[in-house]
């Protein structure tokens, strides 16, 4: 009998911590439809002021907020957005902005650290002559840290020169920053510095940083103004958010610090794991949790009697719970247990 359980399935399946649920009975709140709710103003404007930009707006999840943030800066439809074949906003969140926005994805291949070739991107900005027969490029998508690659960083100088590039085509930059927070942590960097040369950010704060709901999308005024309508047209406009906001509040102030002790966590477990027979990891690839957890992709070695579904099903018999990544490849999300 199993006498507890170890989730390591996602860093999407924290608990609230006490003084999150305290702040949550004892928060201010108003209409923030009305844009009267003062504890969502003030995360808002926290979240604007860590990352250098103008203002923020709360939204209920950080697949809203990439959407969102792609049908302001692609207000025409089929316009066209390059993004990375393997990043969240192109497999992960059931295609909406093509369904919803009418909005075309120009995939570029994701190397192993999660970035993008520069020439491969500037390759794939359509040529403005051509607008007869194709769709025409308004805006670059980076993921940072990039989950599908194991929650890789990407530096400042990288986000940078995609940032040069996209001016010189008269583009618009968005960052995925689902995870930003482990990058910063991970790289020694600000995430102001990590986001600066984006026009707008989607910070999600119920992913590494704990928080039960919600994500924060950034940019300039007007850019927000445009994202607080289409929020309101999706359904977005959450009334008394002020409730939710304010745990989330409390995972920004409290548990960013605790990151870098969870990516040594990461690393360790990656370690054990490579000594287990018939396991392999690359270790190198391991440089964050992928916020308060961190998903170590686990490669069997061909030949190996282990299966990933033999190993899934044993584990859980034991009380450890995994995410099987198809016949060959399981993903371990390190997390610490709840309090």
């Known amino acids: 009998m199993v006498a507890r359980t170890v989730d390591l399935r996602s860093d999407t399946v924290t608990k609230p911590t006490e003084t ?24 808002e404007s926290e979240v604007a002021k860590i990352t250098g930009k103008e203002a923020g707006l709360f939204v209920s999840s950080g697949t809203m907020g990439n959407l969102i943030s792609v049908l302001v800066h692609c207000d025409i439809r089929g316009s066209e957005v390059i993004l990375g074949d393997n990043s969240h906003i192109h497999i992960y969140e ?14 570029v291949k994701n190397n192993e650290d999660g970035t993008m070739d520069i020439d491969s991107i500037e390759v794939a900005i359509r040529d403005p002559r051509g607008e007869l027969v194709f769709p025409t490029t308004k805006l670059i ?20 020169r995609v940032g ?20 910063s942590v991970a790289l020694g960097v600000p995430v102001q510095r990590l986001v600066q040369a984006a026009d707008s950010v989607s910070v999600c704060l119920s992913k590494g940083l ?3 709901v919600g994500s924060v999308i950034v940019g300039s005024k007007s850019f927000i103004t445009k994202a607080r309508r289409l929020r309101k047209t999706l359904g977005g406009g959450m009334r008394q958010v002020g409730f939710i906001c304010a745990a989330a509040f409390v995972a920004l102030k409290e548990n960013v610090e605790k990151l870098d002790g969870d990516h040594k966590k990461a690393k360790e477990l990656a370690e054990g794991l490579n000594q287990i027979k018939g396991l392999k990891v690359d270790i190198a690839a391991v440089e964050t949790n992928i916020a308060l957890f961190q998903q170590i992709y686990v490669d069997i070695v061909e030949g190996s009697k282990i299966t990933a579904e033999k190993l899934y099903k044993n584990l859980e018999e034991h009380g450890v719970l995994v995410m099987p990544k198809g016949l060959s490849r399981s993903v371990f999300s390190l997390k610490k247990p709840p309090p």
Do not use: Q, W
């Open 20 to 43: 999150m649920r305290a702040a949550m009975a004892t928060a201010e709140v108003d209409d923030d439809v009305l844009g009267a709710d003062p504890t969502a103003f003030r995360l």
């Open 94 to 107: 059931n295609g909406g902005i093509s369904t919803i926005g009418g909005v075309h994805p120009r995939p």
């Open 141 to 160: 998508c980076l993921e940072n840290s990039h989950a599908n690659s194991g929650g890789r960083c990407l530096s400042a100088e990288y986000t940078d």
């Open 164 to 183: 040069e590039l996209a001016k010189k085509h008269g583009l618009k930059l968005h960052i995925d920053g689902a995870r930003i927070f482990n990058a």
């Open 210 to 212: 704990g928080a039960p």
